[in-house]
């Protein structure tokens, strides 16, 4: 039969088992919530990098016009930077959807500087040399800050 003294030893070691059992459990749903949140952030990041990898390639045309007429600038032929600018607002009304999601609060900033480009080249008279090329690298300094490649 049971005495006393072997069901409280018993129940004791019934006890302690639980005890374990539970702080077992609890460790394991600690490291999950740890494993857990080390794979969002992951996730997070590779989201990060795809839509930066998504983004590179949309900017790519536009970047190409900047960077070719602010050359033309730069070599002193105004003429042909206005004649590369004119297609400018063309691509750029394509790509715009694309960066103002990822630009965040940067895309106020994008977008001034973007209609600054248009209507300096877009005017009557071409721009000095000074007012083109400073409208162009704005630009291309803020579409840069963008780019993750």
Known sequence: MNTPRDLIRTTWSGAL??????????????????AGDGMGEA????AG????????????????ILR?????????????????MGGFEGVYSKVAPL??????DKWPAIEAAA?????TFGGATPPTAE?????ISGL??????LKTN
């Open 17 to 34: 088992a639980v005890s374990l059992l539970l702080t077992g459990c609890q460790g394991a749903q600690e490291g999950m919530k740890q």
């Open 49 to 64: 990098d795809a839509s930066g990898t998504a983004l590179s390639p949309a900017l790519a045309p536009l970047l190409d």
């Open 140 to 145: 291309m300094t803020l579409l840069k800050g």
């Open 115 to 119: 209609q600054q480009v248009i209507s």
């Open 131 to 135: 007012s083109g090329g400073a409208a």
């Open 99 to 104: 960066i103002q999601p990822l630009a965040g």
């Open 43 to 46: 996730a997070k990041q590779a």
């Open 68 to 84: 070719k007429g602010d050359g033309q600038i730069k070599a002193g032929d105004i003429q042909a930077a206005v004649a590369t």
